[in-house]
């Protein structure tokens, strides 16, 4: 695999107008009424509200005591990469420390496989509602995403509509990117969709690039499935992964991709002239985070779980807002068509709950066409600020559902 070759000086790869998404206006608008002394109810980041694990703390505070603050290589410290490759084996995609490349979050790793898979002129699948982090890293790769769609089916479960993922594809697709557990809509995979989405990449030749951010974060007996552990699979997928979601540990921007050797002298090569690396004394903390106990990890779950229970009931009883269950990650993905007449756009909405309730959310159309009509609650959040948000949800749905504002 070869990277592209270097754009001439001013040609649009260089322009910040190829970032087609930026920050949701919601989040600036949320931060001003905080800094007006508001009591704002935060639930539109994915951010845990967990403290990261005191041993994975401690032996980050060591190696920085220890002098670890050089510059390593550029594809991370054989420790982390081995434990990596071990974690990646327990999920069923063997794996060897010269599979890994260790990056500074997911989001750095989504945009590498992006620029090292996808070039000018290619189509890259992205998920609608997806991350939208996707679409730019395809923008910035100069390629295309086209989305295909997450629907609901008749029991108001998020699933993917093979049939339109299928059609979705053109002689100029090249990439397929996955998200399961699901941002924003919690959805996962059960075996036959893997299977077909497989089969999808499989026929059409197409690389995959499966985001398991939320991978810990399903609330099913078995932990959801990597699309990498299927036959044929292994060869054409990256999984990109990270700390943040998993050990509560977004600020310390630790993630990684799990890739087939050929492909890692082109992130590699990307991570050099980007970062250099991730900081060092971070990825001791990464080793500790894989290697230690798993108990925070676990406790963490069953906290989401709960959350997840209370919050999605309480949103499911307000009249005009319809919430199903999530079964992966921790956001609730409301259906707001029921309110104010169905006349207002999710954005409208978001802001006007923001403004007058003071509960931030994520408007669904951030997240793409399909996201319009929905609202996206983060339950990373205590259980107190969920209740306070449903409680002030409640009356600004009575207010604009009776028309009352
Ligand atoms: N992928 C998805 C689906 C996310 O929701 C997020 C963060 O919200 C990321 C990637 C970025 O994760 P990181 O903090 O590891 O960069």
């Not at 290697?291 to 009883?317: F, S, T």
């Not at 956001?331 to 029921?338: E, R």
Request: charged share 20%.
């Amino acid at each position: 695999m070869t990277l592209a070759p270097i754009p001439p000086a001013g040609h649009p790869r260089a322009h910040p107008g190829r970032l087609r998404t930026g920050p949701s206006p919601i989040l600036a608008l949320a931060r001003a009424l905080d800094a007006e002394g508001h009591r704002v109810v935060h639930l539109e980041i994915g951010e845990p509200d967990f403290p990261t694990p005191g041993h994975v703390v401690d032996a980050g505070i060591r190696a920085l005591r220890d002098g670890v603050t050089r510059y390593v290589a550029p594809e991370g410290l054989r420790p982390l990469r081995e434990a990596i490759a071990a974690r990646s084996c327990e999920r069923g995609v063997p794996a060897t420390p010269e599979q890994v490349v260790v990056t500074s979050g997911a989001k750095p790793m989504l945009l590498y496989a992006l620029l090292a898979l996808a070039t000018e002129g290619d189509e890259v699948l992205v998920p609608d509602p997806g991350y939208p982090g996707y679409a730019s890293s395809a923008a910035l790769a100069g390629s295309r995403a086209v989305r295909y769609p997450i629907v609901r089916d008749g029991a108001g479960d998020f699933r993917v509509d093979l049939g339109a993922l299928e059609a979705s594809v053109t002689p100029a697709t090249r990439v397929l990117v996955l998200n399961a557990p699901h941002n924003p809509t919690g959805m996962v995979l059960d075996e036959d969709t893997l299977a077909g989405i497989a089969a999808v990449a499989l026929r059409h030749d197409l690389w995959v690039v499966s985001d398991e951010v939320y991978a810990a974060l399903s609330y099913d007996e078995a932990p959801p499935r990597s699309i990498a552990s299927l036959p044929g699979m292994a060869g054409r997928t990256i999984v990109v992964d990270s700390f943040s979601k998993t050990y509560a540990m977004t600020g310390w921007r630790l993630g990684y991709g799990v890739m087939p050797a050929s492909i890692t002298g082109a992130v590699r090569a990307l991570v050099a002239e980007s970062t250099t690396c991730a900081a060092p004394f971070v990825q001791h903390a990464g080793i500790a985070a894989l290697q230690g106990p798993q108990d925070a990890v676990a406790l963490m779950r069953a906290e989401y779980r709960a959350r997840r229970d209370e919050i999605v009931q309480a949103l499911a009883a307000i009249p005009g807002i319809r919430a199903a269950t999530p079964p992966g990650a921790f956001y609730a993905f409301a259906n707001v068509t029921g309110l104010a007449g169905g006349t207002s756009t999710s954005a409208e909405l978001a802001e006007r709950l923001l403004r007058e309730y003071g509960v931030a959310s994520m408007p669904g159309s951030a997240y793409g066409r399909r996201g319009e009509g929905h609202l996206r609650f983060s339950f990373a959040s205590p259980i107190i600020e969920l209740r306070e948000a449903t409680r002030r949800v409640a009356a600004f749905a009575a207010a604009v559902g009776s028309g009352c504002t």
